[in-house]
């Protein structure tokens, strides 16, 4: 491994614009994060063409805010690192031209990070080096899945959701109940104050010995729970009733139960997985993973049977660029670059 890299990493795959500077793919320097979620909320969820047009505004200032805050110039970066799939192509594409432009005018080599990779990562930022090998388990708006982690860069897939990701399920729920976006930290807030055993949801697990997901039978429960029975079907059907007939403490209900059902089916997923593998470090990333019960709920497994569980910290956990820049790290030690060919894709390169 080298030693003394500084990485600057750049990340736009959907709508948080950020840039952050590492040492040694452990030290984070900086790590800004210019989130548009303000933007996006009158639409309930993040749309694609506003996303790419905020990313063009903010990404020169927040890479400025990156170099300056770490205390480096542009000179001293031995790299530039960027998320380059998979999200949003319009997103994908600010972060991609402005981190081809820096190397290219810098005569830096550029690194294409898998976003999804990275955040498996987080767990080793200002963290001790992790022991491989260990499970995966990504939590994000838009994947739920587990890998065996061989390496920073080497996992292969056990399994995925069928359906919905578990924070498109969060996402989903809190726009039932008319709660806010993006929906996890409100949902995660509200379950505080209700009673999990309230209400039962379904645990979807598939068959006995699946690691696959399915998110979108929990999903339905909760819309019917809210909304009563469905006349008619698909867009066109309406409901008895909506979610203003629910007090807020149902409401804080609903969330708990929820969430109890939504936690208990990764923690069982995780428990098959580690059985299956035999691997003694659980690494955690995605935006699910700032969740306050999945944390606890890990945090509680991995003392039951001797795991070393890597939960990102807060700020390594939605998504950000110091993930990119720590992972990046790893490919410039072996003298791996990509040329200025590298595209902006809207698939992840995991299978
Ligand atoms: O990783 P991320 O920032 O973006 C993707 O790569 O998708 O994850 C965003 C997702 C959203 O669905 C959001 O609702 C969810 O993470 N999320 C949470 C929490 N914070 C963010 N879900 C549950 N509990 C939270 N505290
Ligand atoms: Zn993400």
Not at 24 to 47: C, P, T, W
Not at 94 to 123: E, F, M
Not at 134 to 145: D, I, K, Q, Y
Request: charged share 20%; proline share 3%; net charge negative.
């Amino acid at each position: 491994m080298s030693d003394g890299s500084l990485i600057l990493g750049i990340e736009s795959s959907c709508d948080e614009t950020a840039a952050a500077v590492v040492r040694d793919g452990r030290a984070v320097l900086s790590n800004v994060i210019a989130s548009q979620h303000d933007l996006h909320r009158k639409f309930g969820g993040v749309v694609p063409e506003v996303a790419s047009r905020a990313h063009i505004e903010k990404i020169l200032p927040v890479i400025d805010e990156a170099i300056g805050g770490a205390g480096v110039s542009l000179d001293d970066v031995d790299a530039v690192a960027i998320g380059h799939r998979p999200g949003l192509i319009g997103s994908l594409l600010v972060g991609v031209a402005a981190a081809k432009t820096l190397a290219w005018s810098l005569g830096k080599p550029l690194i294409g990070i898998d976003h999804v990779k990275a955040h498996l990562y987080a767990g080793a930022l200002d963290a001790e080096p992790i022991e491989y090998p260990a499970l995966g388990l990504v939590v994000s708006g838009g994947h739920t899945s587990l890998y065996r982690v061989d390496s920073p860069h080497d996992m292969a897939l056990l399994g995925h959701t069928i359906d919905d990701a578990v924070g498109e399920a969060y996402d989903k729920v809190a726009a039932i109940l008319d709660i806010g976006f993006p929906g996890g930290p409100v949902v995660d807030k509200l379950a505080q104050t209700g009673d999990a055993n309230s209400i039962r949801f379904p645990r979807t697990l598939l068959d006995a010995d699946s690691l696959d997901f399915s998110y979108s039978g929990l999903k339905t429960a909760v819309l019917y729970h809210v909304r009563g029975k469905p006349t008619g079907r698909g867009k066109g059907a309406t409901f008895e009733r909506d979610a203003s007939s629910l007090t807020d403490a149902e409401k804080a209900d609903v969330c708990a139960a929820f969430q109890d059902a939504a936690i208990d089916v990764l923690i069982t997923k995780a428990q098959r997985a580690l059985q299956a593998t035999g691997a003694r470090s659980l690494l955690v990333g995605g935006g699910v993973s700032a969740n306050s019960l999945l944390r606890r709920r890990l945090l509680e497994l991995g003392e039951a049977q001797d795991l070393d569980v890597r939960l990102p910290k807060m700020a390594y956990c939605l998504d950000n660029a110091a993930m990119i820049a720590g992972l990046a790290h790893h490919r410039h030690a072996i003298g791996a670059q990509d040329d200025l060919s590298l595209a902006a894709m809207a698939t992840t390169e995991l299978k």
